[in-house]
């Protein structure tokens, strides 16, 4: 059984109950973890706001020296680390792999971008005096991480919060916590006691605690728009800096020039990666009605060779869901689709040859409309709608319609569509034929219910500081316009 890791050592919950971590390949358990408490959210938050205090007065090259350090030791413990996400989690190895990598140069871009700038000095309005802007931590920063990127999605909150002098308190996802513990066990013992915390447990039992405790100011927060909006709800009472990004239903549109074969690799990419089980997955697609058959014949081929299987071994492409109520989803999705006439073209099923494990075919779905939740909800699953357009201004009206605004991509080498594309879609993120591709300095995140956060870049850094102006007069005589205003002044 593992523990929490509250104030630099692992610690037993307050409680008894524990929570049983399974292999969504083999529905296998792998490990348990305490069943956290109230009583264990206050004693991670005591550690974390009284490490503030000191870790806010650290030196930046004190505090980047800690972080590469963090990513030296992540990298001596690749292989233990990869083999345990995909042993939680389920994604196939080399998925596995890209997450690792993204972790350990997450946090050597903040301890960098960390040490580069605190602010900036403005014209002064008056020679004997200095203005100058200056980014503060904010305090104990809560990072309330998902599933389906345990470590991912924990390094681009946490890295840029330490790196400006937050401290953090981290709940993984109770279906996925193990990674975590074991970066903290082994990758951020050298951090001052209190600095970076982990709880495990269930969100309302440890998490929601903390978003309602006055001394937690910040709260980071990857996950369903209804928990987004239950900690909007809380924490806007005590107008408390919310970092939220809340899931897509990413767009992608391939245009008429779009080469078939390649088109095919890029849409199964975007859609089937981690089983689709991304928040900018692609859970949309418009092909030109003129072309619709060959796109659909290529992808069709391309999907049916994809091998499912268990993450960990080496022929596998696509591995399973993270567990049964996920994948009931997309059941019901593609059940509804059919039923208002959708017509299921390969997959749609679960695989007869795997009995054990969370596992769906790959499943691609034409003659959608939008009046179908397949179509309008969030699916996040293996599943590829492909609904026909007739012209370019018309994809971009469908891309559009959506309520989530997170990513959307295309397909094309005409300049014109592109630009058209990029300027006139509502997403955080436009992708031009290289889906899903991210920057460590490009800002990641979402408009209209996808939420406003920004992860990665120097957006992702002042996620986690607030602005302070600072007006200093070195004169110290009395203004002509201070009071009394008469003649006698």
Not at 13 to 37: K, Q, Y
Not at 164 to 180: F, Q, R
Not at 315 to 330: E, L, N, S
Not at 452 to 480: I, M, P, Y
Request: hydrophobic share 40%.
């Amino acid at each position: 059984m593992r523990l929490h890791y509250i104030n630099g050592k692992f610690a037993k919950s307050s409680g008894n109950e524990t929570i049983t971590v399974h292999n969504p390949a083999t529905e296998d358990a792998l490990d348990t973890v305490p069943r956290g408490t109230a009583v264990d959210a206050e004693a991670a938050l005591i550690a974390a706001k009284d490490a503030y205090q000191r870790w806010r007065r650290t030196s930046a090259n004190i505090r980047a020296q800690m972080m590469h350090e963090a990513a030296a030791k992540m990298r001596g413990h690749k292989e233990h680390i990869v083999r345990l996400l995909t042993l939680e989690q389920g994604k196939p190895v080399p998925e596995n792999e890209e997450e690792f990598e993204w972790v350990t140069n997450t946090f050597d871009y903040y301890a960098d971008l960390g040490r580069h700038e605190r602010g900036r000095v403005l014209p002064s309005g008056e020679y004997t005096q200095l203005n100058i802007v200056i980014k503060e931590p904010y305090g104990v920063a809560l990072c309330i991480i998902p599933w389906n990127y345990p470590l991912l999605l924990m390094a681009w909150k946490v890295a840029p919060a330490i790196a400006a002098g937050n401290t953090v308190i981290i709940k993984p996802s109770e279906l996925t916590p193990l990674a975590t513990l074991y970066m903290a066990e082994h990758c951020f013992d050298h951090f001052p006691a209190g600095v970076i915390n982990v709880i495990t447990g269930f969100g309302a039992e440890v998490a929601e605690p903390l978003v309602k405790h006055r001394d937690v100011p910040v709260i980071a927060f990857t996950g369903s728009l209804a928990t987004g909006q239950r900690i909007a709800s809380i924490a806007g009472q005590m107008m408390k800096k919310l970092h939220l990004e809340l899931g897509g239903k990413d767009a992608f549109v391939i245009a008429e020039d779009a080469d078939p074969e390649l088109a095919a690799r890029a849409l199964a990419y975007a859609a089937l990666t981690n089983a689709g089980q991304v928040c900018t997955s692609t859970e949309r697609v418009y092909l030109p009605r003129k072309k619709a058959a060959v796109f659909t014949e290529a992808l069709i081929e391309h999907v049916k060779s994809l091998r499912l299987g268990p993450g960990i071994d080496s022929q596998t492409d696509i591995g399973p869901m993270i567990g049964a109520i996920y994948r009931q989803k997309v059941e019901d999705h593609i059940s509804d689709a059919v039923k208002s006439g959708a017509k299921v073209l390969t997959g749609g099923r679960r695989p007869e040859r795997l009995t054990k494990g969370y596992f769906y075919e790959p499943t691609v779905i034409t003659h959608v409309n939008h009046s179908m939740r397949i179509m309008r909800e969030e699916t996040f699953g293996p599943a590829i709608p492909l609904m026909e357009y007739d012209s370019f201004e018309e994809a971009i009206e469908l891309t559009n319609d959506c309520d989530y605004g997170l990513g959307a991509c295309i397909l094309t080498s005409d300049p014109l569509k592109a630009k058209l594309f990029m300027e006139e879609v509502k997403a955080g993120t436009v992708w031009i034929n290289d889906p899903l591709t991210d920057n460590y300095a490009g800002p990641f995140g979402g408009m209209k219910l996808s939420g406003g956060a920004r992860e990665l870049g120097q957006e992702g850094l002042d996620e986690f500081r607030e602005t302070k102006h600072v007006h200093w007069e070195f004169a110290t005589a009395a203004k002509s316009w201070w009071y009394p205003y008469g003649n006698g002044g």
